[in-house]
């Protein structure tokens, strides 16, 4: 059991890490490519945060566990907005940076998606598709504003860079450290979410804590950490674009591309109980965003506590 211990603090060193040096590595390469940070946080960083994720629930559908894949989705899309944000408000605050009403909209549209379809369960081939063909208008009209961004820089006397950058924003930037950044981090983050998700697993394990509780608290948590990581050191060096950003695109990606890929691996039962109230509250934490989305509100220190008072109570009664 010391050997689990010791496996989950390595994970937990390797994602903070990998964290880092993705939002170096993501900073940097819309600053070269004349992308607004918001854009690449909401594809690169997302899509690498979300690894876990699916790695996690594909590897719960082959080995016959089908329901423990849909407890971490749902239970880290929680998880990413209440304590995800949550921590990092505290720490530092979080004032708000770049429009995100599009984005979010089109999560909350993806959320009520998914519960619809999740009624209409189980989540099989069909399901998928659905929510792959969301993901994908989503990722053209991602393309089509970086494009556009990006014509309009070039057609101006210099590229426009934020003042307030951080000191590892570097324009000239080689594009091998670049791509060095954003490889580690990539590979990082899937890496210590395995270890510290594999031990935490063995200790829940041990203790006797069951399948359905491991995936939506331990397992949900842990895959959630790389968003965490990322978040906490993105507040930290004043990028609340790519913090903001990188919770709302992390969202979109665990309903529309895990559970789209792994419905059509196999089919996803839906547990009664994540019907009538995990799921409910995975929306409803969705929801909290929006005046913080629309109103630019800005997520003080208050507004962290009070997160994370929100997210140990659930976790509370998930336990009872």
Do not use: C
């Not at 082959?62 to 971490?72: K, M, Q, R």
């Not at 999560?107 to 969301?134: D, E, N, R, Y």
């Amino acid at each position: 059991m010391a050997a689990a211990f010791a496996l989950a603090g390595l994970g937990l060193v390797i994602l903070l890490l990998a964290g880092d040096v993705l939002v170096k590595g993501a900073v940097n390469l819309s600053l070269r490519l004349g992308i607004p940070a918001l854009i690449v946080s909401l594809t690169i960083v997302a899509f690498g945060t979300s690894a876990p994720e699916l790695l996690i629930s594909v590897k719960a559908i082959l080995d016959g566990v089908p329901g423990l894949a849909l407890g971490n989705v749902v239970g880290s899309n929680t998880a990413n907005v209440l304590l995800v944000l949550g921590i990092p408000a505290v720490l530092s605050g979080l004032h708000a940076g770049s429009d995100t009403r599009q984005t979010y909209v089109v999560m909350i549209i993806g959320t009520l998606l998914f519960i619809a379809l999740a009624f209409v369960g189980p989540f099989t081939w069909w399901h998928g598709l659905i929510l792959l063909s969301l993901l994908g208008y989503v990722l053209i009209d991602a393309a089509r504003a970086a494009q556009a961004h990006r014509a309009a820089a070039n057609g101006a006397a210099a590229l426009p860079i934020d003042e307030d950058a951080l000191e590892e924003a570097d324009p000239d930037m080689p594009w091998w450290r670049i791509a060095l950044y954003l490889g580690l981090g990539l590979i990082g983050l899937p890496l210590g979410a395995d270890l510290l998700v594999d031990s935490s697993v063995a200790i829940a394990t041990e203790y006797g804590v069951s399948e359905t509780v491991i995936g939506l608290t331990l397992v949900a948590i842990g895959t959630s950490l790389p968003e965490l990581a990322t978040t906490v050191m993105a507040a930290i060096r004043n990028h609340a674009d790519v913090a903001m950003g990188n919770v709302i695109g992390s969202n979109m990606f665990n309903l529309l591309a895990i559970i789209g890929i792994s419905s059509l691996i196999g089919p996803i039962p839906v547990d009664a109980t994540i019907l009538s109230f995990d799921i409910w509250v995975m929306l409803a934490a969705s929801l909290v965003l929006a005046p913080f989305v629309f109103l630019r509100w800005s997520l003080g220190r208050g507004v962290g506590v009070v997160f994370l008072a929100l997210y140990l109570g659930y976790i509370a009664v998930l336990l009872a």
